[in-house]
């Protein structure tokens, strides 16, 4: 099953207006990233926040993180047409048993369109 | 300048033929990824490289099978395409194998089995 889940699945603002997205995840995490999909394209790290923060900011980006309801939320401010684009949320598992490292579990994204 | 590469773009085959997909990074990365990605979005892990070594091996077909020749490059092979194997497949690389370090993505490979 999918760790990381994002709601809503499809978002349509208007242009200048705030877009919020959510993710909620299952197990006990040490990052979450935030990760943006322009159609056809590969995906592009947006922000990382440990599991010690509770917000972070880049730009026009702000992330929360509350580790006690296992969720996390990306604010975009004052969103353009550029933002138009599917946002992932990643969280981090252990692999299996023989596996030596963790690995990115990505949920199904959020589309965001952003009308002119 | 492309950071991760990958080739084919596209990929359009017949079921049972076997395929490869290649994939580069020119960013001194040590750590590779094979990700599949599926039509409703999924992105899920496949495979990934520390230094040319298998590190994460996910639950997939042994109809797959990575190769990396070197840290910069890790290819895909394919054996006996089935339809279920039609998604987009991604290539990324990381600094390392540490969790927070950030995945640089390529491109993608639309496969395409008919």
């Known amino acids: 099953s999918q760790q990381g889940e994002e709601d809503p699945q499809a978002l349509s603002i208007q242009e200048g207006e705030n877009a919020t997205m959510n993710c909620s995840y299952k197990t006990s995490i040490n990052n979450l990233q935030w990760y943006r999909q322009n159609s056809g394209r590969g995906l592009v790290h947006l922000i990382l926040?440990?599991?010690?923060?509770r917000e972070k900011h880049s730009g026009r980006l702000r992330v929360t993180l509350d580790t006690s309801k296992k969720s996390s939320s990306l604010l975009i401010t004052a969103s353009r047409a550029a933002d138009t684009a599917s946002y992932f949320c990643?969280?981090?598992?252990?692999?299996?048993?023989?596996?030596?490292?963790?690995?990115?579990?990505f949920g199904s994204g959020t589309r965001l369109l952003v009308r002119p | 300048d492309t950071a991760v590469s990958q080739t084919p773009k596209y990929l359009v085959t017949q079921m049972g033929n076997d395929k490869s997909i290649k994939c580069e990074q020119n960013l001194g990365h040590d750590t590779m990824y094979w990700y599949k990605q599926d039509s409703k979005k999924f992105l899920k892990i496949m495979f990934s490289?520390?230094?040319?070594?298998?590190?994460i091996n996910e639950t997939v077909p042994n109809r797959f099978s990575p190769k990396s020749p070197d840290k910069a490059h890790l290819n895909l092979h394919i054996n006996s395409l089935e339809l279920g194997d039609s998604a987009v497949y991604f290539c990324?690389?990381?600094?390392?194998?540490?969790?927070?370090?950030?995945?640089?993505f390529g491109p993608g490979t639309r496969l395409t089995v008919t």
């Open positions: 990643a969280t981090d598992v252990q692999g299996r048993a023989q596996d030596s490292s963790y690995k990115l579990i």
């Open positions: 990324a690389s990381s600094q390392g194998d540490r969790i927070d370090y950030e995945q640089y």
């Open positions: 926040i440990r599991s010690n923060e």
């Open positions: 490289y520390n230094n040319k070594e298998l590190i």
